[in-house]
């Protein structure tokens, strides 16, 4: 499918990978990791093409189609999120114009036993097959089911697209790259913008995907779901497995402990050699047997180690002095944007070395009360902050308000103070910024890298109590790591925003979920939220026995007689349904296949086109039935 070899890429006169080959092929999930820096998103702006090579090839299949998810979208303005979405599907789309303009002109014209008129059925026959074969009347309701998986509601269909943020237009990218059916999938930290419902339900879609897929993220989970293959770039080379990422950090230690314990053994053999050859040289009986080891250890291949970049991040985050008992109070606190009310009537108490996760879909009001709690935004409603505290805040987009044109090193003297300027190169020393790497500019960093800047620049700050709003963007898994560990030994008060199951688990002890303007609180971790939530949703999605305590919080509606009546009879609709589109599909088929085998006697049938065509539009009508009834369904589950 797609053929890398030999491909070496450089930066400044060092090579950020060199000669390094693999082959994509169909049904290949790979997950590319490796540090910030590595060149992970290089690698897939040349596979797109986006970037030139300075050496080596790439191969493709021909016709290979291939999507790329760029960090950086630009819309065109004006279109709203389904058109936008349509775009995926330019082909079905000049067919739709082309079968429109046809059937505009059969009800025009009344020449029907002209040559010309005949043409234009014969061309409506040749337009409809390939827009049925390409999927034209699947592509609508595809594209509502792709964009409700990730995160929209139907009320947002019709929004224009420069009204939403910046990772809901890389969520409309995204549905667009889905909907496209590409032969290869570049995704280059799909996650990042996801909330946790929505990323499970990209892990299903991705994890059916026959294509091949090739995936930068630093969410550990996502990745043990999602890929069967691993490629590492470390060091300017790459490690290939075909295994997902932790198991391929399992295999990778044990096959490292296999070189080092063979290069051992060989250093043995070495040393041995040598001493008889020191032994033997001098004797003149013995010096053809020196002369013959001599030659042996000339042509032996000495076993090399594989180098790993284990160098990682120092991290330890300090509290500046111990606060009151309660760090923050809310009561009936609310937010507005305009006509849409984020959060209504909050009432909230967070009290002190508490640790809590913010979570929900975006757009729910999470980041919205990071921004209250540290006075950024207004409100109404009561908010007090207590006795001595001294909040640290690091922002979703923090990285966006360092200035790149100012060198790390200035960056870091720029926010310092008096008693802690000398400090300054210490902490960036910490941070992987060393010797003259401290004199780049922050507009040549990698987003991971100024991930990492953002957090130093924060410890110049004290603080008691840690607001931090999705951290772990960017950050590669090592990284993720340092910081999930310094946050456990943090003895501050933790409020985290974070999509990341992997860093929340064992993190927090009290997750609050955002929806509809109000907040739900789950006293357990974010396991037992999942749990929790899958049990309230009826999700099928792994479902887990919960304790009897919790059992007795959870009602469902099937335990009421009369919801019991009303599901069954949803289900039995919606299995009606699907019988009479099979039904219809079927017979649609026979009619096909009869204008393909005798398209001249076909079409003498009486009023042939009208019954033709009013299956088409009672097919349309039972696909929006089901539509219906399905989100019906789904709702009233919920």
């Known amino acids: 499918m797609l053929n890398i070899h030999n491909l070496s890429v450089s930066f400044g006169g060092e090579y950020l990978f060199e000669e390094i080959s693999f082959r994509l092929n169909s049904g290949d999930r790979v997950g590319l990791i490796g540090k910030n820096g590595a060149g992970k998103s290089t690698l897939l702006k040349i596979l797109s093409k986006d970037m030139p090579v300075d050496s080596g090839t790439i191969a493709a299949d021909k016709d290979l189609k291939m999507g790329f998810l760029r960090q950086d979208i630009d819309f065109e303005q004006g279109r709203t999120v389904m058109e936008e979405s349509y775009q995926a599907f330019v082909e079905i789309k000049e067919l739709e114009l ?129 890929t069967n293959r691993t490629i590492e770039i470390s060091l300017g080379r790459i490690y290939d497995y075909s295994k997902p990422y932790s198991e391929y950090l399992v295999l990778r230690s044990e096959m490292m402990q296999q070189q080092l314990n063979a290069q051992k053994n060989q250093e043995k053999e070495i040393q041995q050699a040598e001493r008889l050859i020191e032994k033997f040289r001098a004797k003149s009986t013995k010096a053809s047997m020196a002369q013959s080891l001599i030659k042996k250890l000339d042509r032996m291949e000495r076993i090399e180690v594989d180098e790993d970049d284990n160098s990682v991040m120092n991290l330890r985050f300090q509290v500046s002095v111990t606060p009151g008992k309660v760090v923050v109070e809310m009561e009936g606190l609310s937010k507005s944007y305009g ?234 609709k919606l299995s009606n349904t699907e019988s009479k589109i099979s039904s219809l599909e079927n017979k649609i088929a026979e009619i096909d296949q009869e204008l393909l085998e005798n398209y001249d006697a076909a079409i003498a049938k009486p009023n042939f086109f009208e019954t033709y065509q009013k299956k088409k539009k009672d097919l349309e009508k039972l696909m929006q039935d089901w539509e219906d009834l399905s989100m019906e369904l789904e709702e009233f589950q919920e």
Not at 136 to 154: I, P, Q, W
Not at 168 to 196: C, F, G, S, Y
Not at 359 to 385: C, F, M, R
Not at 550 to 566: G, P, R, T, Y
């Open 98 to 226: 082309k079968l429109d303009e046809i059937n505009h002109q059969l009800a025009e014209r009344t020449d029907y036993e002209s040559e010309s008129y005949s043409q234009l059925i014969v061309d409506l026959n040749d337009v409809t097959h390939h827009f049925e074969i390409l999927g034209g009347y699947n592509y609508e309701g595809e594209t509502e089911k792709v964009l409700l998986g990730l995160g929209f509601k139907r009320e947002d269909f019709d929004k224009k697209t420069e009204t939403f943020s910046g990772g809901w237009r890389m969520r409309i990218e995204l549905a667009k790259l889905l909907l496209q059916n590409n032969d290869v999938l570049l995704l280059d930290e799909p996650t990042n913008h996801l909330d946790i419902e929505s990323i499970i339900w990209l892990e299903n879609f991705l994890k059916n995907y026959s294509g091949a897929v090739m995936i930068v993220s630093h969410d550990k989970m996502f990745l043990d779901n999602v």
């Open 339 to 572: 006509d849409n009310q984020v959060l209504k009537d909050i009432d909230l108490l967070i009290e002190r070395d508490s640790k809590t996760a913010f979570v929900g879909q975006n757009g729910q009001g999470k980041s919205t009360l990071a921004k209250i709690l540290v006075g950024e935004l207004d409100y109404t409603g009561h908010l007090k902050l207590g006795h001595n505290v001294q909040i640290g805040y690091f922002a979703q987009n923090q990285a966006e308000y360092l200035d790149g044109n100012k060198t790390i090193l200035d960056t870091m003297i720029d926010a310092a103070n008096e008693s802690n300027r000398s400090k300054v190169r210490d902490i960036l020393g910490s941070f992987l910024f060393r010797g003259d790497e401290v004199d780049k500019y922050v507009k040549v960093l990698s987003g991971g890298e100024r991930n990492r800047l953002a957090l130093a620049k924060m410890l110049l700050q004290p603080f008691n109590v840690l607001v931090m709003d999705e951290p772990t963007n960017h950050l590669d898994i090592k990284s993720k790591n340092v910081l999930k560990q310094a946050l456990q030994n943090f003895d501050g008060t933790l409020i985290l925003v974070s999509h990341d199951r992997d860093f929340l688990q064992g993190l927090t002890n009290k997750v609050y979920e955002f929806k509809d303007g109000n907040i739900n609180e789950y006293l357990g971790d974010i396991d037992y939220y999942l749990e929790e939530r899958k049990v309230t949703d009826f999700r099928a999605i792994e479902k887990k026995d919960t304790p009897s305590k919790n059992k007795e919080k959870v009602k469902s509606a099937s335990n009421n007689f009369e919801d019991q009546k009303k599901l069954k009879s949803l289900k039995n």
